[in-house]
């Protein structure tokens, strides 16, 4: 019985290891990436990360009124409240560019992510 306890302690600890590693990694490893939503304009148009990394991307909107994140070539839609902030995880993602637009108003709120 006492094996048992120690192999089960033993799996625990490798589990925990796993998991905490993966989540200061997370932690250490993200450069801050923020997008903007200002007069229903997505800054900076132009967002660059590098490639084959996971990305948390905080998209702060700070007008009044509601808008999206949306993009197809991500594969990702999110509504932003007025005034709110959300966060968006991408990746890892291959070199290219990747397009992205707010649904709400698409004349003006238009963006890519390109991956270097």
């Avoid at 702060?60 to 968006?88: T, W």
Wanted: charged share 20%.
């Amino acid at each position: 019985m006492e094996k048992q306890k120690r192999m089960r302690l033993v799996v625990y600890l490798i589990l925990g290891t796993c998991f905490w590693g993966t989540a200061l990694s997370w932690a250490t490893a993200q450069e801050p990436y923020t997008i903007v939503i200002k007069n229903h304009q997505f800054n900076p148009p132009q967002l660059i990360i590098p490639v084959g990394q996971k990305i948390r991307i905080t998209v702060d909107n700070q007008d009044a009124s509601v808008e999206e994140f949306e993009s197809f070539d991500l594969n990702r839609e999110k509504v932003v409240s007025g005034n709110k902030k959300i966060f968006v995880f991408i990746g890892p993602l291959t070199k290219g560019t990747y397009k992205y637009f707010g649904d709400f108003h698409q004349n003006t709120a238009q963006g890519v992510i390109i991956t270097q």
